[in-house]
């Protein structure tokens, strides 16, 4: 094939593919969760199965902890925002001055607006109807990422009797399976260095804040959490949105100051030097690939795809570079160049077909 037709088959494929992944971004961000629920219960469960040696009582108590664990991170978030919006009348004084020092510091002219004149002018019957919807969507997504994690713990069980019957020559067949198991192995190490990562974060970011004084610091630590698995924005987030809700809060700038130097700082640290040499190979993509894959997933997915950005574009790496005929652009994607440092695929046929 020349090489024209095959920049037009690439070109074609690639439209192809981002239209599917745009138009099905409900069904197939639900499965991706539900894959990543999956990841995190199968290696807690191999975990567990080391030290009680039986398997069938380490399933159970993985699925409940992992599953009880978010249930209690969305009990606590949704309680906290009811507390939040519950004191907004008294924070809608400090929002009133803080938006008369900004009018008086850019010298417009006029009085400076209020918080009740600017939800004037929204519309509150729209709002409403939003966010109604949006709670319906949430709790709808939430059911069929359960159903289709109940289903994958059937499709894992007779996957390897598939793969058998797919691949008949037996290379072929161990190829396969080695190139899931380092999906599978990469994700879950990426997966728990992450969580542990945040956890630290999360830890150290709530005793900093409880000790300088900011209201719901538990919710605010919770939210910092699952903004550290959104790759380099996420941390920039947790320092934004911190330091603004202590501008509001505190009425002297030296508080707000402490806010915002506490989590930049465990975010930097931690983020900078205890990370890296945890995460290893396991992520090892380039920077500016981990931005663009977070702009591409954000805008197809939304806030889930920016959630996945990351695992989602090393399982595709780790994919590529097993054909010949994509493995340059797996090496462009890998951060040193070597988008498989654990072995080099075998390859079949000049065409690179597994």
Known sequence: MELSQRGALWIIAA???????????????????????WLIIHSLTEGLEKHLRTRWLALPIAIVFVLGLTALVGYVVVDNIGAILGDFGRYELRLNQVLAEAHQAVGAPGQPPVVRDLIAHLDPTRIATEIGQSLQNLFSSAIFTLI??????????????????????????????????????????????????????????????????L???????????????IPTIGSLVAVVLTTAVALVQFPTLGPVLAVFGGVSVWQFVIGNFLQPRMTGDS????????????????????????????????????????????????????????????????????SGTI
């Open 148 to 213: 289709f994690l109940g289903f994958l713990f059937s499709a894992a069980a007779v996957m390897p009797a598939k793969l058998d019957l797919i691949f008949s020559d037996p290379e072929r067949r161990a190829l396969a399976r080695d190139v899931g198991e380092r999906i599978r192995v990469s994700m879950e190490r990426y997966l728990w260095v992450q969580t542990l990562m945040s956890l630290i974060i999360t830890t150290l970011t709530f005793i900093t804040l409880a000790l300088i004084g």
């Open 283 to 350: 992520l090892n993509l380039s920077a500016v690939v981990v931005l663009l894959a977070l702009s591409i997933w954000g805008a197809m997915w939304g806030i889930v795809g920016a959630f996945l950005s990351a695992p989602l574009t090393v399982m595709l790496m780790i994919v590529l570079a097993q054909f010949r005929s994509t493995r340059w652009i797996a090496i462009l994607l890998s951060e040193d160049g070597k988008p498989t440092p654990h072995a080099e695929p075998v390859q079949k046929s000049e």
């Open 215 to 229: 209201e719901n610091a538990l919710f605010w630590s919770f939210l910092i959490f699952f903004l550290n698995f």
């Open 15 to 37: 439209g192809v593919i981002a239209a599917a992944l745009y138009f099905l971004r409900e069904p197939l961000s639900q499965f991706a969760l539900a894959l990543l629920l």
